[in-house]
Protein backbone atom coordinates (compact mmCIF):
# COMPACT_ATOMS: atom_id res chain seq x y z
CA UNK A 1 0.00 0.00 0.00
CA UNK A 2 1.28 3.02 -0.85
CA UNK A 3 0.20 6.71 0.60
CA UNK A 4 -3.31 7.79 0.16
CA UNK A 5 -3.28 10.45 -2.42
CA UNK A 6 -6.85 10.17 -3.09
CA UNK A 7 -8.74 10.11 0.42
CA UNK A 8 -11.59 12.79 0.81
CA UNK A 9 -11.11 15.69 2.57
CA UNK A 10 -7.17 15.89 2.14
CA UNK A 11 -5.62 19.23 2.91
CA UNK A 12 -3.44 21.18 0.52
CA UNK A 13 -1.33 19.13 -1.91
CA UNK A 14 1.36 21.36 -3.26
CA UNK A 15 3.47 20.48 -5.97
CA UNK A 16 2.12 16.69 -5.87
CA UNK A 17 2.35 15.35 -9.16
CA UNK A 18 -1.16 13.76 -11.04
CA UNK A 19 -1.63 10.29 -10.72
CA UNK A 20 -1.41 7.97 -13.91
CA UNK A 21 -2.57 4.28 -14.01
CA UNK A 22 -3.38 4.79 -10.11
CA UNK A 23 0.07 5.68 -9.60
CA UNK A 24 1.94 8.49 -8.48
CA UNK A 25 4.04 10.63 -11.31
CA UNK A 26 7.68 10.65 -11.77
CA UNK A 27 10.58 9.04 -9.70
CA UNK A 28 12.04 12.65 -8.76
CA UNK A 29 9.94 14.06 -6.58
CA UNK A 30 12.60 13.32 -3.69
CA UNK A 31 10.17 14.44 -0.94
CA UNK A 32 7.44 11.90 -1.79
CA UNK A 33 9.83 9.45 -2.17
CA UNK A 34 12.00 9.41 1.09
CA UNK A 35 8.72 9.86 2.55
CA UNK A 36 7.78 6.46 0.95
CA UNK A 37 11.03 4.99 1.41
CA UNK A 38 11.01 5.80 5.25
CA UNK A 39 7.38 4.31 5.80
CA UNK A 40 8.30 0.83 4.00
CA UNK A 41 11.62 0.08 5.70
CA UNK A 42 9.14 0.54 8.85
CA UNK A 43 10.39 4.04 10.16
CA UNK A 44 14.40 3.45 10.63
CA UNK A 45 15.12 4.97 13.62
CA UNK A 46 13.24 7.64 13.46
CA UNK A 47 10.03 7.90 16.31
CA UNK A 48 6.92 7.42 13.69
CA UNK A 49 4.21 5.58 13.71
CA UNK A 50 5.53 4.21 10.85
CA UNK A 51 7.23 1.79 12.59
CA UNK A 52 3.66 -0.08 13.41
CA UNK A 53 2.49 -2.57 11.11
CA UNK A 54 4.95 -2.94 7.61
CA UNK A 55 3.46 -0.03 5.93
CA UNK A 56 1.67 3.08 7.38
CA UNK A 57 -0.57 4.34 4.76
CA UNK A 58 -0.24 8.30 4.91
CA UNK A 59 -1.48 11.72 3.86
CA UNK A 60 1.22 14.11 1.99
CA UNK A 61 -0.22 17.43 3.12
CA UNK A 62 2.41 19.40 1.50
CA UNK A 63 5.55 18.72 -0.25
CA UNK A 64 7.04 21.82 -2.03
CA UNK A 65 10.85 21.67 -2.52
CA UNK A 66 10.90 25.36 -1.61
CA UNK A 67 9.17 24.71 1.77
CA UNK A 68 11.80 24.54 4.52
CA UNK A 69 8.88 22.15 6.42
CA UNK A 70 6.78 19.55 5.11
CA UNK A 71 4.12 17.12 6.91
CA UNK A 72 2.08 14.26 6.74
CA UNK A 73 -0.69 12.52 8.62
CA UNK A 74 -0.49 9.16 9.36
CA UNK A 75 -4.01 6.86 8.82
CA UNK A 76 -3.52 4.66 11.53
CA UNK A 77 -4.12 7.30 14.29
CA UNK A 78 -4.94 10.64 12.34
CA UNK A 79 -2.07 12.23 13.94
CA UNK A 80 -0.09 14.81 12.02
CA UNK A 81 3.90 15.10 11.73
CA UNK A 82 5.91 17.90 10.57
CA UNK A 83 9.27 17.63 9.64
CA UNK A 84 12.47 19.81 8.69
CA UNK A 85 13.61 19.18 5.47
CA UNK A 86 16.70 18.69 6.56
CA UNK A 87 15.67 15.54 8.59
CA UNK A 88 14.79 13.52 5.60
CA UNK A 89 17.17 14.68 2.63
CA UNK A 90 19.98 12.19 2.96
CA UNK A 91 23.00 14.72 2.53
CA UNK A 92 25.37 12.56 2.44
CA UNK A 93 26.96 8.68 3.27
CA UNK A 94 29.71 6.45 3.42
CA UNK A 95 29.68 2.86 1.42
CA UNK A 96 32.31 0.31 1.11
CA UNK A 97 33.31 -2.44 -0.94
CA UNK A 98 36.17 -5.22 -0.87
CA UNK A 99 37.22 -7.48 -3.35
CA UNK A 100 39.51 -10.14 -3.21
CA UNK A 101 42.52 -11.26 -5.52
CA UNK A 102 42.69 -14.56 -7.62
CA UNK A 103 44.91 -16.11 -5.15
CA UNK A 104 42.30 -15.57 -2.34
CA UNK A 105 42.02 -19.36 -0.83
CA UNK A 106 38.25 -18.79 -1.64
CA UNK A 107 38.58 -18.16 -5.22
CA UNK A 108 41.01 -20.88 -5.41
CA UNK A 109 38.09 -22.98 -4.83
CA UNK A 110 35.74 -20.76 -7.14
CA UNK A 111 38.24 -21.05 -10.21
CA UNK A 112 39.04 -24.76 -9.32
CA UNK A 113 35.08 -25.25 -9.68
CA UNK A 114 34.31 -22.83 -12.59
CA UNK A 115 37.41 -24.79 -14.44
CA UNK A 116 35.97 -27.89 -14.08
CA UNK A 117 32.52 -26.82 -15.13
CA UNK A 118 34.25 -25.25 -18.37
CA UNK A 119 35.79 -27.94 -19.34
CA UNK A 120 32.65 -30.30 -19.03
CA UNK A 121 30.79 -27.75 -20.95
CA UNK A 122 33.71 -27.69 -23.53
CA UNK A 123 32.29 -31.92 -24.29
CA UNK A 124 28.81 -31.82 -23.30
CA UNK A 125 27.07 -28.37 -23.29
CA UNK A 126 24.19 -30.42 -21.89
CA UNK A 127 25.85 -31.73 -18.92
CA UNK A 128 24.97 -31.24 -15.62
CA UNK A 129 27.40 -29.57 -13.08
CA UNK A 130 27.40 -28.82 -9.26
CA UNK A 131 30.61 -29.01 -8.57
CA UNK A 132 32.35 -27.46 -5.30
CA UNK A 133 35.92 -27.26 -4.09
CA UNK A 134 37.77 -27.04 -0.49
CA UNK A 135 41.26 -26.19 0.08
CA UNK A 136 43.61 -25.87 3.15
CA UNK A 137 47.17 -26.59 3.56
CA UNK A 138 48.63 -28.78 1.09
CA UNK A 139 45.02 -30.35 0.22
CA UNK A 140 42.26 -29.98 -2.40
CA UNK A 141 38.96 -31.40 -2.42
CA UNK A 142 36.67 -31.27 -5.17
CA UNK A 143 33.21 -33.05 -4.71
CA UNK A 144 29.87 -32.39 -6.07
CA UNK A 145 27.17 -33.77 -8.50
CA UNK A 146 28.08 -34.50 -12.21
CA UNK A 147 25.84 -36.01 -14.82
CA UNK A 148 27.56 -35.73 -18.09
CA UNK A 149 28.59 -38.35 -21.36
CA UNK A 150 32.15 -37.08 -21.42
CA UNK A 151 35.38 -37.47 -19.49
CA UNK A 152 37.58 -34.81 -18.01
CA UNK A 153 40.08 -35.27 -15.94
CA UNK A 154 39.59 -33.15 -12.51
CA UNK A 155 42.70 -33.36 -10.76
CA UNK A 156 44.55 -32.08 -13.55
CA UNK A 157 42.40 -29.00 -14.09
CA UNK A 158 42.78 -28.41 -10.69
CA UNK A 159 46.69 -28.29 -10.12
CA UNK A 160 46.83 -26.17 -13.38
CA UNK A 161 44.47 -23.74 -11.94
CA UNK A 162 46.32 -23.56 -8.82
CA UNK A 163 50.01 -23.13 -10.69
CA UNK A 164 48.23 -20.66 -13.18
CA UNK A 165 47.30 -18.51 -9.71
CA UNK A 166 50.74 -18.50 -8.90
CA UNK A 167 51.25 -21.05 -6.21
CA UNK A 168 53.85 -23.04 -7.87
CA UNK A 169 56.49 -23.47 -5.15
CA UNK A 170 56.34 -24.53 -1.97
CA UNK A 171 57.52 -21.50 -0.39
CA UNK A 172 54.28 -20.13 -1.05
CA UNK A 173 52.54 -22.20 1.65
CA UNK A 174 50.60 -24.60 -1.75
CA UNK A 175 51.95 -26.01 -4.71
CA UNK A 176 49.69 -26.57 -7.81
CA UNK A 177 52.20 -29.51 -8.46
CA UNK A 178 52.78 -31.32 -5.02
CA UNK A 179 49.06 -30.69 -2.92
CA UNK A 180 47.27 -33.46 -2.23
CA UNK A 181 43.91 -33.88 -5.08
CA UNK A 182 41.06 -35.43 -3.72
CA UNK A 183 37.36 -36.06 -5.34
CA UNK A 184 33.83 -37.20 -4.39
CA UNK A 185 32.01 -36.66 -7.21
CA UNK A 186 28.49 -38.30 -8.13
CA UNK A 187 25.30 -37.87 -10.32
CA UNK A 188 22.77 -35.52 -9.92
CA UNK A 189 19.48 -36.38 -7.94
CA UNK A 190 16.59 -38.35 -10.54
CA UNK A 191 14.43 -36.28 -8.13
CA UNK A 192 15.89 -32.76 -9.08
CA UNK A 193 16.79 -34.45 -12.87
CA UNK A 194 12.86 -34.97 -13.62
CA UNK A 195 11.87 -31.32 -12.26
CA UNK A 196 14.58 -30.14 -14.65
CA UNK A 197 14.18 -31.96 -17.81
CA UNK A 198 10.70 -31.29 -17.65
CA UNK A 199 9.04 -28.62 -16.27
CA UNK A 200 5.63 -28.46 -14.76
CA UNK A 201 4.14 -26.16 -17.37
CA UNK A 202 5.53 -28.69 -20.23
CA UNK A 203 4.30 -31.93 -18.24
CA UNK A 204 0.71 -29.99 -18.42
CA UNK A 205 1.04 -28.84 -22.00
CA UNK A 206 1.12 -24.99 -21.14
CA UNK A 207 4.74 -24.30 -22.07
CA UNK A 208 6.85 -25.08 -25.04
CA UNK A 209 10.41 -24.03 -22.52
CA UNK A 210 10.84 -27.78 -21.39
CA UNK A 211 13.48 -27.12 -18.87
CA UNK A 212 12.00 -26.10 -15.23
CA UNK A 213 14.03 -24.38 -12.51
CA UNK A 214 16.76 -26.22 -11.07
CA UNK A 215 15.84 -25.01 -7.31
CA UNK A 216 13.86 -22.59 -5.61
CA UNK A 217 15.38 -19.58 -4.03
CA UNK A 218 15.25 -16.09 -5.43
CA UNK A 219 18.25 -13.91 -7.49
CA UNK A 220 18.82 -10.28 -7.41
CA UNK A 221 20.25 -8.31 -10.52
CA UNK A 222 21.68 -4.68 -9.80
CA UNK A 223 22.29 -1.46 -11.91
CA UNK A 224 23.07 2.19 -11.16
CA UNK A 225 24.96 4.93 -13.22
CA UNK A 226 27.94 5.54 -10.75
CA UNK A 227 29.97 3.59 -13.14
CA UNK A 228 29.88 3.27 -17.41
CA UNK A 229 30.12 -0.30 -17.00
CA UNK A 230 26.48 0.74 -14.88
CA UNK A 231 28.33 -0.63 -11.66
CA UNK A 232 28.66 0.77 -7.83
CA UNK A 233 31.92 2.75 -7.54
CA UNK A 234 33.34 1.25 -4.84
CA UNK A 235 33.07 -2.51 -6.02
CA UNK A 236 34.17 -1.40 -9.57
CA UNK A 237 37.26 0.28 -7.86
CA UNK A 238 37.88 -2.58 -5.18
CA UNK A 239 37.66 -5.26 -8.47
CA UNK A 240 40.33 -2.53 -10.56
CA UNK A 241 43.03 -2.49 -7.58
CA UNK A 242 42.53 -6.23 -6.71
CA UNK A 243 43.02 -7.17 -10.71
CA UNK A 244 45.98 -4.52 -10.82
CA UNK A 245 47.30 -6.06 -7.55
CA UNK A 246 47.74 -9.75 -9.46
CA UNK A 247 49.20 -7.71 -12.57
CA UNK A 248 51.83 -6.16 -11.13
CA UNK A 249 52.75 -9.89 -9.93
CA UNK A 250 52.54 -11.53 -12.34
CA UNK A 251 54.43 -8.93 -14.55
CA UNK A 252 57.65 -8.29 -12.01
CA UNK A 253 56.73 -4.87 -11.22
CA UNK A 254 56.64 -5.94 -7.52
CA UNK A 255 57.75 -9.06 -7.68
CA UNK A 256 58.21 -9.30 -3.94
CA UNK A 257 54.39 -10.12 -4.15
CA UNK A 258 52.62 -12.88 -3.34
CA UNK A 259 49.21 -14.42 -4.91
CA UNK A 260 46.99 -13.69 -2.02
CA UNK A 261 45.51 -10.59 -1.81
CA UNK A 262 42.82 -8.04 -0.59
CA UNK A 263 40.91 -4.56 -1.31
CA UNK A 264 38.59 -2.54 -0.09
CA UNK A 265 37.43 0.96 -1.32
CA UNK A 266 35.06 3.43 0.70
CA UNK A 267 33.41 6.10 -1.09
CA UNK A 268 31.06 9.19 0.24
CA UNK A 269 28.14 9.83 -1.62
CA UNK A 270 26.37 13.17 -1.67
CA UNK A 271 22.53 13.04 -2.59
CA UNK A 272 23.23 9.28 -3.80
CA UNK A 273 25.89 10.74 -5.99
CA UNK A 274 30.03 9.35 -5.77
CA UNK A 275 32.08 12.38 -5.00
CA UNK A 276 34.95 11.02 -3.63
CA UNK A 277 37.24 8.06 -2.40
CA UNK A 278 37.55 8.63 1.41
CA UNK A 279 39.75 5.30 1.98
CA UNK A 280 41.48 2.49 0.50
CA UNK A 281 42.66 -0.90 2.06
CA UNK A 282 44.71 -2.67 0.28
CA UNK A 283 46.32 -6.25 1.98
CA UNK A 284 48.84 -8.12 -0.40
CA UNK A 285 50.85 -10.91 0.48
CA UNK A 286 54.65 -10.57 0.24
CA UNK A 287 57.81 -12.01 0.66
CA UNK A 288 59.64 -11.74 3.95
CA UNK A 289 62.35 -10.12 3.00
CA UNK A 290 60.67 -6.97 1.42
CA UNK A 291 60.55 -3.67 3.88
CA UNK A 292 57.21 -2.63 5.16
CA UNK A 293 57.79 1.21 4.15
CA UNK A 294 58.90 0.14 0.46
CA UNK A 295 55.82 -2.06 0.05
CA UNK A 296 53.34 0.82 1.10
CA UNK A 297 54.98 3.22 -1.17
CA UNK A 298 54.94 0.57 -3.81
CA UNK A 299 51.31 -0.13 -3.87
CA UNK A 300 50.21 3.42 -3.45
CA UNK A 301 52.61 4.14 -6.89
CA UNK A 302 51.76 0.89 -8.71
CA UNK A 303 48.36 -0.07 -8.04
CA UNK A 304 46.37 2.42 -6.45
CA UNK A 305 47.66 5.41 -8.31
CA UNK A 306 46.79 4.31 -11.79
CA UNK A 307 43.65 3.02 -10.71
CA UNK A 308 41.95 5.87 -8.82
CA UNK A 309 41.60 9.30 -10.39
CA UNK A 310 43.84 11.78 -8.47
CA UNK A 311 40.34 14.31 -8.57
CA UNK A 312 38.21 10.75 -6.44
CA UNK A 313 41.23 10.79 -3.89
CA UNK A 314 42.17 14.46 -2.76
CA UNK A 315 41.69 13.92 1.07
CA UNK A 316 42.13 9.32 0.99
CA UNK A 317 43.13 7.59 3.46
CA UNK A 318 45.31 4.86 2.85
CA UNK A 319 45.53 1.32 4.86
CA UNK A 320 48.45 -0.99 3.10
CA UNK A 321 48.77 -4.00 4.97
CA UNK A 322 47.81 -2.27 8.40
CA UNK A 323 49.00 -5.52 10.34
CA UNK A 324 52.39 -5.18 9.59
CA UNK A 325 53.57 -8.22 7.85
CA UNK A 326 51.43 -10.70 5.31
CA UNK A 327 53.97 -13.50 4.59
CA UNK A 328 51.50 -16.64 5.35
CA UNK A 329 48.96 -16.39 2.95
CA UNK A 330 46.82 -18.82 0.51
CA UNK A 331 45.38 -21.81 2.20
CA UNK A 332 48.15 -21.86 4.64
CA UNK A 333 46.90 -18.36 6.13
CA UNK A 334 44.23 -19.14 8.08
CA UNK A 335 43.34 -22.19 10.90
CA UNK A 336 41.09 -24.77 9.54
CA UNK A 337 39.27 -24.81 6.09
CA UNK A 338 40.53 -22.42 4.14
CA UNK A 339 38.76 -21.84 0.92
CA UNK A 340 35.34 -22.99 -0.21
CA UNK A 341 33.23 -22.51 -3.43
CA UNK A 342 30.49 -19.78 -2.97
CA UNK A 343 31.95 -17.60 0.10
CA UNK A 344 32.69 -14.86 -1.74
CA UNK A 345 28.81 -14.08 -3.05
CA UNK A 346 29.07 -10.41 -2.15
CA UNK A 347 32.55 -10.11 -4.32
CA UNK A 348 30.85 -11.86 -7.17
CA UNK A 349 28.15 -9.34 -7.75
CA UNK A 350 27.45 -5.80 -6.59
CA UNK A 351 29.59 -5.38 -3.13
CA UNK A 352 26.77 -4.79 -0.57
CA UNK A 353 24.43 -2.92 -2.71
CA UNK A 354 21.35 -4.53 -3.62
CA UNK A 355 20.13 -7.41 -2.15
CA UNK A 356 20.97 -10.66 -2.82
CA UNK A 357 19.44 -14.62 -2.37
CA UNK A 358 22.27 -16.26 -0.86
CA UNK A 359 22.99 -18.47 -4.09
CA UNK A 360 26.91 -18.57 -4.92
CA UNK A 361 27.56 -18.73 -8.83
CA UNK A 362 31.13 -21.18 -9.69
CA UNK A 363 30.60 -24.10 -10.48
CA UNK A 364 27.11 -24.42 -11.52
CA UNK A 365 25.72 -25.24 -14.76
CA UNK A 366 22.81 -22.72 -16.21
CA UNK A 367 20.02 -24.74 -15.49
CA UNK A 368 20.82 -23.49 -12.24
CA UNK A 369 18.81 -20.46 -11.66
CA UNK A 370 21.05 -19.44 -8.58
CA UNK A 371 23.69 -18.19 -11.82
CA UNK A 372 21.42 -18.16 -15.23
CA UNK A 373 18.88 -16.30 -12.72
CA UNK A 374 21.07 -13.60 -11.62
CA UNK A 375 22.78 -13.07 -15.34
CA UNK A 376 19.19 -12.70 -16.68
CA UNK A 377 18.60 -9.86 -13.30
CA UNK A 378 21.94 -7.88 -13.62
CA UNK A 379 20.85 -8.17 -17.93
CA UNK A 380 17.52 -6.52 -17.10
CA UNK A 381 18.81 -3.88 -14.43
CA UNK A 382 21.65 -2.64 -16.75
CA UNK A 383 19.03 -2.65 -19.49
CA UNK A 384 16.55 -0.49 -17.42
CA UNK A 385 19.12 2.29 -16.33
CA UNK A 386 20.33 2.45 -19.78
CA UNK A 387 17.18 3.37 -21.09
CA UNK A 388 17.20 6.47 -18.88
CA UNK A 389 14.51 4.53 -17.14
CA UNK A 390 16.05 4.96 -13.46
CA UNK A 391 19.26 5.87 -11.56
CA UNK A 392 19.51 3.01 -9.79
CA UNK A 393 17.82 -0.54 -10.57
CA UNK A 394 17.24 -3.52 -8.20
CA UNK A 395 15.53 -6.77 -9.67
CA UNK A 396 14.85 -9.93 -7.72
CA UNK A 397 13.36 -12.69 -9.49
CA UNK A 398 11.93 -16.01 -7.73
CA UNK A 399 11.52 -19.59 -9.14
CA UNK A 400 9.82 -22.66 -7.78
CA UNK A 401 11.90 -26.41 -8.18
CA UNK A 402 10.48 -28.05 -11.41
CA UNK A 403 8.66 -24.95 -12.99
CA UNK A 404 9.77 -22.73 -15.58
CA UNK A 405 8.28 -19.52 -14.94
CA UNK A 406 9.64 -17.09 -12.68
CA UNK A 407 7.08 -17.13 -9.52
CA UNK A 408 7.39 -13.04 -9.01
CA UNK A 409 9.25 -10.08 -10.66
CA UNK A 410 9.95 -7.04 -8.47
CA UNK A 411 11.48 -3.82 -9.56
CA UNK A 412 12.66 -1.38 -6.95
CA UNK A 413 14.06 1.97 -8.26
CA UNK A 414 14.94 3.75 -4.84
CA UNK A 415 12.94 6.47 -6.07
CA UNK A 416 14.47 6.92 -8.78
CA UNK A 417 12.28 5.74 -11.24
CA UNK A 418 11.04 7.50 -14.48
CA UNK A 419 7.86 5.36 -14.18
CA UNK A 420 6.13 3.71 -10.97
CA UNK A 421 8.02 0.70 -10.26
CA UNK A 422 5.15 -1.55 -10.91
CA UNK A 423 5.15 -0.76 -14.60
CA UNK A 424 8.88 -1.27 -14.80
CA UNK A 425 8.14 -4.86 -13.45
CA UNK A 426 5.57 -4.98 -16.12
CA UNK A 427 7.87 -4.09 -18.69
CA UNK A 428 10.32 -6.20 -17.53
CA UNK A 429 7.90 -9.54 -17.93
CA UNK A 430 7.59 -8.57 -21.69
CA UNK A 431 10.80 -7.47 -22.91
CA UNK A 432 13.01 -10.70 -21.10
CA UNK A 433 11.84 -13.81 -21.42
CA UNK A 434 13.17 -15.31 -17.64
CA UNK A 435 12.39 -19.37 -17.90
CA UNK A 436 15.54 -20.63 -17.68
CA UNK A 437 15.88 -22.62 -21.10
CA UNK A 438 14.67 -19.03 -22.46
CA UNK A 439 17.95 -17.28 -20.77
CA UNK A 440 20.24 -19.58 -21.60
CA UNK A 441 19.27 -19.38 -25.17
CA UNK A 442 19.12 -15.89 -25.16
CA UNK A 443 22.29 -15.31 -23.59
CA UNK A 444 24.02 -18.76 -24.95
CA UNK A 445 24.71 -19.93 -21.59
CA UNK A 446 25.67 -23.44 -22.47
CA UNK A 447 29.60 -22.46 -23.31
CA UNK A 448 32.85 -22.66 -21.50
CA UNK A 449 32.91 -18.93 -20.11
CA UNK A 450 32.64 -19.10 -16.81
CA UNK A 451 36.52 -19.49 -15.42
CA UNK A 452 37.19 -16.23 -16.49
CA UNK A 453 34.17 -14.59 -13.81
CA UNK A 454 35.41 -16.68 -11.17
CA UNK A 455 37.75 -13.69 -10.23
CA UNK A 456 37.25 -10.20 -9.74
CA UNK A 457 33.24 -9.83 -10.10
CA UNK A 458 31.15 -11.61 -12.58
CA UNK A 459 29.23 -8.34 -13.23
CA UNK A 460 30.25 -5.29 -14.63
CA UNK A 461 33.19 -7.01 -16.76
CA UNK A 462 32.59 -5.35 -19.86
CA UNK A 463 36.06 -6.29 -20.87
CA UNK A 464 35.58 -9.93 -21.44
CA UNK A 465 32.01 -9.84 -23.56
CA UNK A 466 29.69 -11.46 -21.38
CA UNK A 467 26.35 -11.56 -22.82
CA UNK A 468 24.80 -10.32 -19.69
CA UNK A 469 26.38 -6.74 -20.23
CA UNK A 470 25.00 -6.42 -23.31
CA UNK A 471 22.97 -3.36 -24.01
CA UNK A 472 20.43 -4.84 -26.28
CA UNK A 473 16.95 -4.52 -24.93
CA UNK A 474 16.88 -0.94 -23.31
CA UNK A 475 14.83 0.52 -26.94
CA UNK A 476 12.07 -2.76 -26.29
CA UNK A 477 12.19 -1.41 -22.67
CA UNK A 478 11.11 2.07 -23.39
CA UNK A 479 8.81 0.88 -26.28
CA UNK A 480 7.14 -1.41 -23.75
CA UNK A 481 6.36 2.02 -21.52
CA UNK A 482 5.54 3.81 -24.92
CA UNK A 483 7.89 6.28 -24.15
Known amino acids: MGPAWNTPGTAERANIPPRVDGQPRGGYNKPY ?37 FSWRSE ?29 PDKICDQISDGVLDAILAEDPDARVACETAVTTG ?28 YNRAKYGFDGATCGVLTAIGEQSPDIAMGVDAS ?20 FGYAC ?47 DRPVE ?17 TLRRDIVREVVEPVIPAELRPNVRYFINPTG ?36 FSGKDPTKVDRSGAYAARWAAKNL ?11 QLAYAIGVAHPVSVDVNTFGTGMVPDDRLAAAVREVFDLRPSAIIRDLNLRRPIYRQVAAYGHMGRTDLGLPWEELNRAGQLREALHL
Open 385 to 395: VEAGLARRCQI
Open 325 to 360: RFVIGGPQGDSGLTGLTGRKIIVDSYGGWGGHGGGA
Open 33 to 69: NRIRRFIKSGGGNRPCEARQPAIARCQILRSNPRDEV
Open 277 to 293: VTTVVVSAQHSPQVEME
Open 225 to 271: DDTPEKMPMTISYAHRLARRLAQVRKDGTLPYLRPDGKTQVTVRYVD
Open 76 to 104: LSGRLFLHKREEWDMKEYLFTSESVTEGH
Open 200 to 219: LEAKEGEDDQEHGAGDQGMV
Open 139 to 166: LCLIMGEISTSCYVDIPKIARQTIADIG
